[in-house]
């Protein structure tokens, strides 16, 4: 019949044998991992009780083979002796025997060694896992390998110390490897072993060994986590007054959460943030690149609290929900400065509230970086160069025109010609060299006009008048052209007929508007395929010929990489987050004005009738510009019909 005692192992062998053919790599990797340091444990106190025994059963063997009552040659009794003068030797300097060379000291710095070796593994499983990335298997196998041949392999080296180097270089390597792939597509506050972060540990592991006073563990609880730092702003308050509004809203309970949301936003570049609250939850999203995208909803009670903070920080009613109210407040995130707006409004469903971030940092230095080539930029700094007339810049809401009105008077003629600027004290704009800055007060009546006389009487060759503000100011400008004077102003406008339907409405005469107007610059941002993920592909000559592009004039064009075939693995880009687009350009569309264009200004009553004979005269608009940004491989055809249509 058999031994029962072996069949029983037999068939539990089968058993188990089957039960592990049946598993997936995946299960081997996640289940060793998840009970790595009781296996380091045990490693450790096996290899400690083998080193006693081995220790003590060698002093006894010694002891019984010296007391041993037997007949030797004259040969074994010579190496005996000198064996027993070695052992006595050793004994008094510390060793053992006369070949292994036994030391405590270096076996308790390799049983530390792979205990911290264990831990680093343990702690990048887990925080891989945690983050979801995709190679965390293959980081396990190469973390097992370096241990398995680095941390054995290198105690064959006779050289203690040279092999313990090694070690230390191997442990190393995939630590500071994995830190530097995991830290680079994470906010500040969440990357790991960063100076700040080794001081807050340092900092806890001082505390709970009763050290008090280090410095990251000082900080008050509206400075933990995000280093986005919230500040109130208003008009005709004190400094006091702004500083209490900021505590306000600092010791609240949801401050915390506005400002890690608002610091989520502007490490994936967002430009604005919609909290779109209902009954149970609040909706999140983020304006990336000018399209909305969805982020992890909040709770009602987590939201609500969030929306009171903000509402304190900018100084409005908190306990309102229905009527609309707007404030202002800075952000600074490390060296970059945002003045952000907050609007709230009650709609149907509850409340919206929308947050836009106003980067004072002009990160664009010329035209060209903007977007702005040939023929579109010939034709800017022919107009820029003009004697007289009224040159206007336009663009959308959020759509770039403070940047590209910037970077366009920086490449004018300012140090042969005198520039003066006009701006509202309430709104500044970035200073520029060598254009003086006048301001005026628009909560007083009248005073934009005595500032612009004023100046007009100084006969300056070039002023700046950003957002022409009433008929008023606007015939004074037309007339002060007559005198050879240029004037430079801007307007919020999807193209150039809505941008000339905004001056008309002003209530100036058709007639004298369409004789001073000299030339319209209006732009829109295209969003950029990313440059790390984006996909080549071969045109077809329809396709071509649709879009205007000479057959053979490009080779291939690029488009949003396509989803991943079944069974093929994704690997998701740390650049984009997946988009698909990185970054903004701009499509320009310049219009000088001429006789065929003043005629359409006068017949036109409103916009779409301005955009209807400038097509009729020939005006492509800005299409031309944005087909020659897809054929250099920036855009996509899907992005570009997107863009025309907004």
Same mark, same amino acid.
């Given at each position: 019949m058999g031994n029962p005692l072996c069949c029983g192992i037999q068939n539990r062998f089968e058993i188990d044998l089957e039960f592990l053919l049946t598993l997936k790599p995946e299960f081997f990797f996640k289940n060793m991992f998840s009970s790595m340091k009781k296996f380091a444990v045990l490693i450790c106190l096996t290899m400690i009780v083998t080193i006693c025994i081995h220790f003590l059963a060698g002093n006894i063997v010694f002891a019984e083979k010296v007391q041993e009552k037997i007949e030797l040659s004259e040969k074994q009794k010579t190496t005996l002796k000198a064996y027993e003068q070695g052992g006595e030797?050793?004994?008094?300097?510390?060793?053992?025997g006369s070949g292994g060379y036994f030391?405590?000291?270096?076996?308790?710095?390799?049983?530390?060694?792979?205990?911290?070796?264990?831990?680093?593994?343990?702690?990048?499983?887990?925080?891989?896992?945690?983050?979801?990335?995709?190679?965390?298997?293959?980081?396990?196998?190469?973390?097992?390998?370096?241990?398995?041949?680095?941390?054995?392999?290198?105690?064959?080296?006779?050289?203690?110390?040279?092999?313990?180097?090694?070690?230390?270089?191997?442990?190393?390597?995939?630590?500071?490897?994995?830190?530097?792939?995991?830290?680079?597509?994470?906010?500040?506050?969440?990357?790991?072993?960063?100076?700040?972060?080794?001081?807050?540990?340092?900092?806890?592991?001082?505390?709970?060994?009763?050290?008090?006073?280090?410095?990251?563990?000082?900080?008050?609880?509206?400075?933990? @986590?995000?280093?986005?730092?919230?500040?109130?702003?208003?008009?005709?308050?004190?400094?006091?007054?702004?500083?209490?509004?900021?505590?306000?809203?600092?010791?609240?309970?949801?401050?915390?959460?506005?400002?890690?949301?608002?610091?989520?936003?502007?490490?994936?570049?967002?430009?604005?943030?919609m909290f779109d609250f209902s009954e149970t939850e609040t909706q999140i999203r983020f304006q990336i690149d000018g399209v909305w995208h969805q982020q992890p909803p909040l709770t009602r009670e987590a939201s609500d609290a969030m929306l009171e903070a903000a509402k304190l920080l900018v100084g409005t009613n908190p306990k309102e929900r229905r009527k609309r109210q707007e404030g202002r407040f800075s952000a600074q995130m490390e060296k970059d400065y945002y003045e952000v707006d907050f609007a709230s409004q009650g709609v149907q469903t509850g409340e919206k509230a929308i947050v836009q971030f106003q980067n004072t940092k002009v990160s664009f230095s010329t035209p060209e970086s903007l977007g702005l080539v040939d023929p579109e930029l010939a034709k800017v700094r022919q107009a820029l160069a003009l004697p007289a007339g009224l040159v206007v810049f336009s663009a959308p809401v959020a759509g770039g025109l403070r940047s590209t009105t910037d970077v366009a008077l920086r490449a004018a003629d300012r140090f042969t010609r005198d520039f003066v600027a006009v701006e509202d004290k309430h709104h500044p704009y970035q200073v520029i060299e060598n254009i003086a800055v006048n301001c005026y007060d628009s909560a007083k009546e009248g005073d934009l006009m005595a500032v612009l006389r004023d100046i007009f009487f100084k006969e300056p060759q070039v002023v700046v008048l950003r957002d022409m503000a009433g008929k008023?100011?606007?015939?004074?400008?037309?007339?002060?052209?007559?005198?050879?004077?240029?004037?430079?102003?801007?307007?919020?406008?999807?193209?150039?007929?809505?941008?000339?339907?905004?001056?008309?409405?002003?209530?100036?005469?058709?007639?004298?508007?369409?004789?001073?107007?000299?030339?319209?610059?209006?732009?829109?941002?295209?969003?950029?395929?990313?440059?790390?993920?984006?996909?080549?592909?071969?045109?077809?000559?329809?396709?071509?010929?649709?879009?205007?592009?000479?057959?053979?004039?490009?080779?291939?064009?690029?488009?949003?990489?396509?989803?991943?075939?079944?069974?093929?693995?994704?690997?998701?880009?740390?650049?984009?987050?997946?988009?698909?687009?990185?970054?903004?350009?701009?499509?320009?569309?310049?219009?000088?004005?001429?006789?065929?264009?003043?005629?359409?200004?006068?017949?036109?009553?409103?916009?779409?009738?301005?955009?209807?004979?400038?097509?009729?005269?020939?005006?492509?608009?800005?299409?031309?510009? @944005?087909?020659?940004?897809?054929?250099?491989?920036?855009?996509?055809?899907?992005?570009?019909?997107?863009?025309?249509?907004?």
């Open positions: 030797a050793a004994m008094k300097s510390g060793w053992h030391s405590i000291t270096k076996v308790l710095i390799l049983l530390i060694g792979f205990w911290v070796w264990v831990f680093m593994i343990d702690w990048m499983n887990c925080d891989a896992e945690t983050l979801r990335n995709p190679n965390r298997l293959i980081w396990n196998s190469i973390n097992c390998g370096l241990l398995f041949f680095f941390g054995i392999g290198t105690l064959l080296i006779p050289i203690f110390w040279v092999g313990l180097g090694i070690n230390f270089l191997a442990f190393l390597a995939p630590l500071v490897t994995y830190t530097l792939i995991r830290n680079k597509p994470l906010p500040p506050h969440e990357r790991v072993l960063t100076p700040d972060h080794l001081r807050f540990l340092l900092a806890r592991w001082m505390t709970k060994g009763g050290v008090k006073g280090i410095r990251s563990e000082t900080k008050q609880h509206y400075e933990m @986590g995000t280093p986005l730092v919230l500040k109130a702003m208003g008009k005709n308050l004190s400094k006091i007054d702004l500083d209490a509004r900021t505590m306000l809203a600092r010791n609240h309970e949801g401050y915390n959460q506005f400002r890690f949301i608002l610091s989520n936003a502007i490490f994936k570049r967002a430009t604005a943030v008023e100011a606007l015939e004074l400008c037309c007339h002060e052209i007559e005198n050879t004077r240029l004037i430079i102003s801007t307007v919020r406008a999807r193209d150039n007929a809505e941008a000339i339907d905004k001056f008309l409405a002003l209530g100036v005469a058709h007639q004298l508007f369409a004789s001073k107007l000299s030339t319209i610059v209006s732009q829109r941002l295209i969003r950029t395929l990313c440059p790390d993920c984006k996909e080549k592909f071969q045109p077809p000559p329809a396709l071509l010929q649709k879009m205007g592009i000479p057959q053979g004039s490009v080779g291939h064009l690029y488009r949003v990489r396509s989803a991943p075939q079944e069974g093929e693995k994704w690997i998701p880009c740390a650049k984009c987050n997946d988009i698909g687009y990185y970054g903004r350009t701009a499509m320009f569309d310049v219009l000088e004005i001429n006789d065929a264009v003043r005629k359409v200004i006068m017949a036109g009553q409103n916009a779409d009738q301005l955009r209807v004979g400038l097509q009729q005269i020939g005006h492509r608009g800005f299409l031309p510009s @944005g087909v020659a940004i897809v054929a250099r491989g920036l855009t996509s055809i899907e992005e570009l019909t997107r863009a025309l249509k907004s």
